[in-house]
């Protein structure tokens, strides 16, 4: 589960999928790790984590509840 961008090509792919949404863009190679791979890291663990938690409530595993308009996780009681 989840992406795994140890890989240059895949950090490649990273860069480059940044740059066609951003073609004006430019920066060095530590702005670069910090904001354009880092950023696509985070939005693609968000999404995993988020698909991780959709498969163990389905399964029984976690339950969500709902405070505060934010939604909880904590381990199915059956668990």
């Avoid at 951003?22 to 890291?41: A, F, N």
């Amino acid at each position: 589960m989840g992406n795994n961008y140890s890989c240059k090509s895949d950090v490649a792919v990273l860069i480059n999928d940044y740059l066609k949404q951003h073609p004006d863009s430019e920066d060095t190679i530590l702005g670069i790790r910090d904001w354009w791979v880092k950023q696509q890291l985070l939005d693609d663990s968000i999404v995993a984590v988020d698909n991780a938690l959709k498969f163990l409530e389905k399964e029984g595993k976690v339950i969500s509840t709902i405070r505060n308009n934010q939604v909880y996780f904590r381990l199915a009681k059956n668990n």
